[in-house]
Every structure is written in C-alpha cells, then in structure tokens.
C-alpha cells in the first residue's frame, strides 16, 4: 500500500491535502510539512493545503485558497483524520483518488488507498517514517513542522505514546537546525486572561473521597473572563497532576446546554460519557447535560467508577 501511494504522488499533477476540522498542531504540521516536502521533489506539480484556519496556530503558516484548488484529476490526502465526518472540506471527494494517512484507529476507512498506523505518536511522526521510505528529502521548514506535530500529539514527549521511534524521528527533525525555541514560544505562550481563567479553574477544583475531580464554569463566570467555551475547555488537562484525582471532569454551561469534557488517569470514563449524551476514548471523552445541576449526576457516576478502580 505504502509503495502504491508513493506511486500515486508520482502520477499526479495535482496534490490537494487536507487534514481534520479545528486543526491542532499534529494536524497542520503534517499537512504544511507534506506539503512543502513535495513542493521541493516535484516543482512542476500543484501541491496545496486546504483547509480552515485556527487563529492561536496561525504562527505555522497558511492554507492555500480552495478556489485555486482544482480537483478534476488530483489526488487528495487525507492526513490525522479518522473519519470522513470531521475532514475539513467535504471536497475532498471531488478527487479522482483519495488517499488517508493517519494514526488514529481506523473507524472509517474512507479512502482508496491507506496508511493507518496506531502504534506511532502522530502522524507527523508516521509522515517521516514514510518519506523516509521513499527516499523524499525532508526540508528545514518541514522538518519544524513535523516537530511541532509530534510534540503536540505527545504534550511535549509525555504520554505513553512517545518511543524510541518517535526520538529517533525527533531527533532526524533536530537536525535541520530547527528553531525549537521559537516552537515552543508560540506553541505554549499564553494570554493573561486566559491565565486568570486558569488561575479560578484551579481554586475551584473539588476533590470528593472516591478520587473524582471536578470544577464547574457557568455562562457569567466565562462573561466576566472574555473566555469562550472552547477556550475553557482547553483547562481540562490543567489541573491533571491533582494527587488523589483518578479521573476529573469540566462542566461548561452555553446558552443551549452543559458541555462536559471528562478525562481519567485509570478508570475507563467513556461508559459514563455515553450515559450523558456522548462518547469518546476510554481516557478522554465528552458528554452533554442540560442544566447545570445535573453536574452532580455525572459526578456520582464518576465516583462509582473511581471507586471501583485503583492503581496499581
Ligand atoms: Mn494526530
């Protein structure tokens, strides 16, 4: 498949790639660091990146335009994105051939042709495993992009996910001479008033017996913050180091309902995201209640199956 892919790319005179909705660094480095890897081996073919744009990831570049994009005949990529649902740009079947690469378990397998690979960090990562395959030199600005994929999918080369392959990858990217202080700079510099937020969110967790930890944000409280729910939601993981906290949930009140973002350190949580309107992965899930004080449902579920769970 890898082979039949690469000769694809060969074939085509017009490489249109694209990525998933609400792009996160893994997704947009993939895509610009592909992107430009090809632009360098193949000048004479059109190679762009389409796609919406996150306005705190601006600093990693720019899509293409989609109407510059000509689908008659392209081969599209579909890069870190599972399902055909979140694909940024439903044009991507307008291709002749479509093509998916990506890490995530392979629940939809939309495309033609496809590399799905669960045991790398990222697909940054997988993409240089693949060029390297192919023997497609990688560029500095590629290079940079790709380490900002892998470092985000593994918050900075913590989570279990990181291996020996993932360092060997990074290491590779490191020596292009990328500016990784300058990565770094943009990737985790924050607003003051998003650490305000974060400054309540961490006085107001609570922690019950059973090891559930828990902080609730109504509509006003965000008003008075200028924060939006999705910026909000970006705390659930800012108080993950809690000692005794097995698993942890953030209520978000919108004007239409409750929005819950449910992660856990041991007990499987996505059973309880499903009895509340929604799923996810046993460890990080979602779920949505009506009212505010239908959080003390979740979080007596919570604490059952935290209770029933310890580590080891
Ligand atoms: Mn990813």
Request: overall charge negative.
């Amino acid at each position: 498949m890898k082979e039949q892919i690469k000769a694809a790319i060969e074939q085509a005179k017009t490489i249109i790639i694209h990525r998933h909705e609400r792009p996160d660094p893994d997704a947009l480095g993939s895509q610009y660091g592909l992107r430009d890897v090809l632009r360098n081996r193949f000048p004479e073919k059109e190679i762009l990146a389409v796609g919406g744009v996150a306005e705190s990831l601006r600093f990693m570049g720019d899509p293409d335009h989609l109407k510059e994009a000509h689908y008659e005949g392209a081969l599209v990529i579909v890069l870190d994105t599972a399902n055909k649902d979140r694909i940024d740009l439903k044009s991507a079947f307008e291709g002749e051939r479509i093509v998916k690469i990506d890490h995530h378990p392979d629940e939809d397998p939309y495309a033609e042709l496809q590399v799905v690979d669960t045991s790398v960090s990222s697909t940054s990562e997988l993409l240089v495993h693949l060029l390297n395959e192919w023997g497609y030199t990688l560029t500095k600005a590629a290079a940079l992009q790709f380490y900002a994929g892998i470092v985000g999918d593994t918050g900075r080369f913590q989570f279990r996910s990181t291996t020996r392959k993932t360092f060997e990858v990074a290491a590779q990217l490191l020596d292009h001479g990328i500016d990784t202080d300058w990565l770094y700079r943009n990737m985790y510099e924050t607003e003051l008033a998003s650490l305000h937020l974060q400054g309540y969110v961490l006085q107001h967790i609570e922690l019950t017996p059973e090891g559930v930890g828990y902080v609730i944000m109504t509509q006003e409280l965000l008003k008075q913050f200028g924060a939006t729910p999705e910026q909000a939601s970006l705390l659930v993981n800012s108080f993950s180091g809690l000692k005794g906290m097995k698993c942890w949930a953030l209520f978000l009140e919108t004007p239409e309902e409750v929005r819950v973002r449910i992660r856990s350190k041991g007990p499987v949580i996505n059973g309880v995201a499903k009895e509340f309107d929604g799923g996810g992965h046993p460890m990080a899930s979602g779920a949505t209640i009506e009212r505010i004080d239908q959080a003390k449902d979740v979080v007596k579920r919570l604490n059952e199956v935290a209770s029933a769970y310890s580590f080891e």
